[in-house]
């Protein structure tokens, strides 16, 4: 038996089998829904395609020793090595097509999956073509070493990034940029998302359709959410996953992966924090800012100073409740004054500056009381480079002394007014390179003037909004539940006084002629939308805010699932339509059915001595996460011992990314008397060209079926 398993007849019929899955899996790899028990074969594609890399190559070998008697010794291991790695090639083949589905998509995917085939192709040709004359077969073993390694480098790509053959002697030596180049983004945060992440989120292989490789992708965010909200560590995807415990399976990196250090960790939560800027410069951050504390000494001083250091006890005797000194950046010698709280301002206190007068390049002064101060000892200081005197009421002839610093590159005077005088002073300032004007009350002649004058500087005028009407923001709604049984109480709020607010419950848009004028709490008994807008005389009628409620209503006779949900989200199955839990506005939570490949059935069976009037759906809408309304509602009932519809529409789709949140679709049974109903909700087959997954199918997800 064992010598008919190596037979030669027996290896050569198996290859075709390796060839006809092959291309099964190519042919219809759209339509194939892989059990989970096959995604193992799959991922044994890394170990397996080195046996055929290595036998076939020793054949290629073989193939060059001077042709011998078919009947010779080398002949014989010639076939037996050719078979041996045709056949671990057809299965390599197979394997990696069933990896492919696992997150991997793009063009390097694309050149290494045909370069298999072709390596699988041609050594077929090969061994079974063995006819050909001597040089045809020495091209032909020659275009397959070369094919193999092809890829094999397109493979190595996809594992560990794009040029991972050559880099080492590709690579060049990067200049550390200066402090004051430096930005929180390229030059700290991704270098991180390179080392640690990049390998499973990058063209080629997007692990939760994220990728971080490029700008978009990182904007866009994953499958599961954002990938950063400005602010929100919570809800940014980044932020959860590298704070799970690594025992955790959604943990990241994956804990077979290099791990993020404790640093690292700091520095992407801070920048989250921070508000997750993609091209902000690192000086811009405050000096006493974690992150700017973190990773600031890793840069060279944007300006070298060759003054000494200030003594630590004159700066700590210089600190108190209204001032601060400190350092441009640690072990800096260059030195930032601040002042705080305009009551406690002490005029006198200035001049106790002038013991670091040679260290000092910053002092800020906002909204402190100067009027009438002599201000020209200033010009003693002789590296003072930022001035800020923003709110400061400050006379023409204080604004005379200024003029007269010569050190200054940076200079706001945002809500002084500035005289003619004033603006003449101003254009003799030669080193200033920035100018901060908000609020002057210089007219526009008066800004050309000081533009043509300093053209080397760059002026903020801000912005005039004195004929501006500015919108209202959205009323508050406040209810307890989303969920009730019987009645639920809604009030309605707005912080500004004298604003009106007008609100329907039915869904419609309200405005101030039709709608309901809200005077008191509002109780409703059935579920609904409501949306609510504010108007006031002199503003902008505000944008709508809107709210779902939904009454639990009764429960059924009976129900069963139809079509079974994506395993990840097959929350309790069926169980979980009529459990009267309101699913939370998280997808992942668990309580929520989703659907992508098929469309959400469900038949639930009725006592029709109840008498219903109506049949809700609750649904959620995240399009940052893919999770679109249904395309397509199809309802039927079953009464009088037959099947008959009662709804088929398309619910209004979405035209753009909003946040997180819960819809209701509500259907009339009013005069039928249904002894079972059939559900299906079908999700969009392919996201519209507006969005950032454009072309890539949607999904549905349902949490409730309320029965009133």
């Not at 050149?111 to 004359?133: C, P, Q, R």
């Not at 955790?248 to 992407?268: A, G, R, S, W, Y």
């Amino acid at each position: 038996m064992f010598k008919n398993f190596l037979s030669k007849a027996f290896l050569e019929n198996l290859v075709f089998v390796w060839l006809g899955f092959g291309l099964i899996f190519t042919l219809a790899e759209n339509q194939i829904v892989l059990p989970e028990w096959l995604q193992v074969m799959g991922r044994l594609h890394p170990m397996i395609l080195h046996f055929p890399i290595v036998l076939l190559l020793m054949a290629v070998v073989l193939s060059f020793i001077p042709k011998n008697e078919n009947t010779s010794p080398i002949k014989e291991l010639l076939d037996y090595v050719w078979l041996f790695g045709l056949n671990f090639a057809g299965i390599a083949v197979l394997a990696g097509l069933i990896l492919s589905q696992e997150d991997y998509s793009g063009d390097t995917l694309d050149l290494h999956k045909w370069s298999g085939w072709a390596v699988f192709l041609i050594s077929t040709g090969l061994y079974f073509i063995s006819n050909l004359s001597r040089s045809l077969y020495k091209i032909g073993t020659l275009t397959l070493t070369l094919v193999i390694l092809l890829a094999g480098h397109w493979g190595a790509s996809l594992t560990h990034g794009e040029d991972f053959l050559l880099a080492p002697i590709l690579k060049e030596t990067q200049s550390q940029p200066s402090l004051a180049d430096a930005e929180v983004f390229r030059d700290v945060v991704q270098p991180i998302l390179q080392s640690k992440c990049l390998s499973c989120h990058k063209e080629g292989k997007t692990k939760g359709d994220l990728r971080l490789d490029h700008l978009d992708g990182i904007r866009k965010g994953g499958k599961t959410g954002p990938f950063i909200l400005a602010g929100n560590t919570e809800k940014s995807l980044l932020t959860q996953r590298i704070h799970l415990p690594l025992e955790e399976k959604e943990h990241m990196p994956p804990k077979e992966k290099t791990q993020l250090t404790d640093e690292e960790i700091e520095i992407l939560t801070e920048w989250v924090k921070s508000g997750g800027s993609l091209d902000q410069k690192l000086v811009e951050l405050p000096s006493d800012e974690p992150l700017f504390e973190l990773v600031s000494q890793r840069f060279e001083p944007s300006t070298s100073y060759d003054f000494e250091f200030a003594d630590q006890s004159v700066i700590s005797s210089l600190n108190n409740h209204y001032r601060r000194v400190e350092p441009l950046y640690p072990e800096s010698p260059a030195l930032i004054v601040s002042y705080f709280g305009i009551s406690a301002f002490e005029p006198s206190s200035l001049e106790d500056l002038r013991i670091i007068q040679d260290q000092m390049i910053q002092l800020n002064l906002d909204k402190m009381p100067l009027k009438g101060l002599d201000l020209g000892f200033l010009q003693n200081f002789k590296n003072l480079s930022t001035l800020r005197l923003n709110f400061t009421d400050l006379e023409e002839s204080q604004i005379l002394q200024i003029g007269k610093i010569q050190s200054l590159t940076s200079l706001s005077l945002a809500g002084v007014k500035l005289s003619e005088g004033s603006i003449k002073a101003l254009q003799g300032l030669e080193n200033l390179q920035n100018l901060y004007l908000w609020q002057s009350g210089i007219n526009q002649d008066q800004q050309n003037l000081l533009q043509s004058s300093l053209p080397q500087v760059n002026i903020d005028f801000g912005f005039d909004d004195t004929a501006v009407i500015y919108p209202l923001n959205p009323p508050q709604i406040k209810q307890d539940k989303t969920l009730f049984e019987d009645s639920l109480e809604i009030t309605l709020s707005h912080p500004i006084k004298n604003v009106e607010v007008y609100y329907p419950l039915d869904g419609t848009m309200p405005d101030s002629l039709a709608g309901s004028l809200y005077q008191k709490p509002i109780w409703v008994k059935s579920s609904g939308k409501i949306l609510a807008k504010a108007y006031s005389k002199g503003w902008i009628s505000s944008p709508a805010n809107s709210a779902v409620f939904m009454k639990s209503g009764s429960s059924p006779l009976g129900y069963r699932l139809l079509t079974s949900p994506s395993p990840n989200y097959k929350g309790s199955g069926a169980t979980t339509l009529f459990d009267r839990v309101k699913g939370k506005n998280n997808h992942t939570s668990g309580e929520w059915l989703g659907y992508t490949s098929g469309p959400a059935s469900i038949e639930i069976d009725l006592d029709e001595s109840k008498g219903f009037e109506s049949i809700g759906i609750s649904l959620l809408y995240h399009e940052s996460a893919y999770i679109f309304p249904p395309e397509r509602v199809e309802i039927d009932i079953f009464e009088n011992g037959v099947w008959k519809k009662l709804v088929s529409e398309k619910p209004i789709q979405s035209t753009q990314i909003l946040e997180i949140r819960s819809e209701l679709l509500t259907y009339s049974l009013k005069e039928n008397s249904p002894q079972k109903i059939r559900i299906k909700l079908y999700p969009i087959k392919s996201l519209p060209g507006w969005h950032p997954g454009a072309g890539a199918p949607g999904w549905v997800f349902v949490d409730e079926i309320l029965l009133n």
